[in-house]
């Protein structure tokens, strides 16, 4: 009988603790493509290791980074900043005070004008003017507010292309991933008409965002699909999109153009094979959505960027095993010579010249 009574009990206090840490979502069953591992153009190697810390230990999660006309590089932080970086920082240089957005600065991008465009995933598309004055843009699309601004590009025309990545907000980034649900959408803004469009929705955490080099397409990541599309804006295509990269080794963050004509992609950690299991369980995922999160599938500390050509062929990786001098890598941003690397929980940003990440580091 008291064998009895204390099932009950452990019943009810399992029924109850279920129902008050309930996450706000309704996972689906999905089945991942079997992980490719790093074979082939993703080979392992450890060119990554010559890139260097600027700012090290004074920049709170710069997410992306953006270089002005002078050089100066920018990375938004997660109390809200914007900061700035003299052309010829070093690890040991200190950032000043450009802006303040009051919210989170993500993606970051300057306009042919000089203004610095912002999609902050707490207020939305954002401007901000040489003088570091700050105005929102853009909070809402089509009467639905936008709940995670994450990157964006901005094409030859100033028309600006941007993600809204979830309906969830940006610490609960990864209630998306469980869920496996596409709530994210592409959007185009035409700061001249102060008209939006949404261009792609359904998408599953829509993220990085980068135009090709003659602004016909414009490539898009959606990081729970491991996958990379292109929706064509000229020529027989325009209005279709298609798959660009599929199946990658890692979850796909930024992605910018550089001027050969091919992209720099930013790959923060490597595949996970626990999220793959439970992926086509939704009560096992809601289960695990409720432990504590060093209790729920964690990152590799790992760092990976790959370049890609026009066709959406793998040229090179560039890896950290490890991560020994860089990982967690959400954003590449080529630069004349140089990539620049933006990190979302680590406190710097990161510079590399091309030249150098050819060969590995001894």
């Known amino acids: 009988m008291k064998i009895a009574v204390v099932v009950l009990l452990v019943m009810v206090g399992f029924a109850v603790w279920w129902q008050q840490t309930a996450p706000p979502m309704d996972p689906l069953a999905y089945r991942p493509p079997t992980a490719p591992g790093l074979v082939g153009p993703f080979s392992a190697n450890t060119r ?27 990375a938004g932080t997660a109390d809200g900043r914007i900061l700035r970086l003299k052309a ?3 690890s040991d240089s200190r950032p000043e005070l450009f802006a303040n957005t009051g919210g989170r600065p993500l993606g970051l991008h300057f306009d ?15 401007s901000v003017a040489a003088d570091g004055e700050v105005q929102v843009r853009l909070g809402e699309v089509d009467g639905v507010p936008l709940h995670f601004s994450n990157d964006l590009d901005i094409a030859a025309d100033g028309r600006i292309y941007f993600t809204d990545s979830s309906r969830f ?14 709530h994210g959408r ?16 359904g998408l599953y955490f829509a993220n990085g965002v980068a135009l090709n080099r003659d602004d016909d397409f414009v490539l ?41 004509g091919g992209f720099w992609l930013a790959l923060p950690t490597l595949r996970n094979a626990v999220l793959d ?10 289960l695990i959505a409720r432990l504590p999160t060093e209790w729920q599938p964690l990152p590799e500390r790992y760092g990976l960027v790959a370049h890609l050509d026009q066709q959406g062929r793998v040229l090179e990786s560039l890896h950290d095993p490890g991560g020994e001098q860089v990982f967690e890598i959400t954003s590449v941003q ?8 933006g990190t979302l929980h680590n406190q710097w940003i990161a510079r590399l010249p091309i030249e150098n990440a050819a060969a590995d580091q001894p």
């Open 88 to 90: 010829n920082a070093d």
């Open 112 to 126: 042919a004008a000089g203004n610095l465009w912002v999609a902050d995933a707490w207020k939305g598309l954002l």
């Open 334 to 341: 080529p630069v004349a010579d140089r990539l620049y690397l």
């Open 220 to 260: 898009v990541n959606e990081t729970w699909r491991y996958r990379t599309l292109r929706l064509w804006l000229k020529g027989p295509k325009a209005g279709t999109h298609e798959v660009f990269i599929d199946n990658l080794p890692g979850f796909p963050d930024g992605i910018a153009a550089d001027e050969q």
């Open 186 to 201: 592409l959007i185009r803004y035409d700061p001249i008409t102060d008209q939006a469009t949404v261009l792609l929705d």
């Open 169 to 182: 907000s940006q610490p609960q980034y990864m209630l998306d991933a469980f869920e496996a649900r596409a």
């Open 277 to 286: 299991r439970i992926h086509p369980y939704p009560w096992l995922k809601s």
């Open 48 to 74: 990554l290791r010559q890139a260097q810390r600027l700012g090290d230990g004074l920049i709170d999660g710069g997410e992306d980074v953006a270089v002005d006309a002078l050089g100066r590089i920018y």
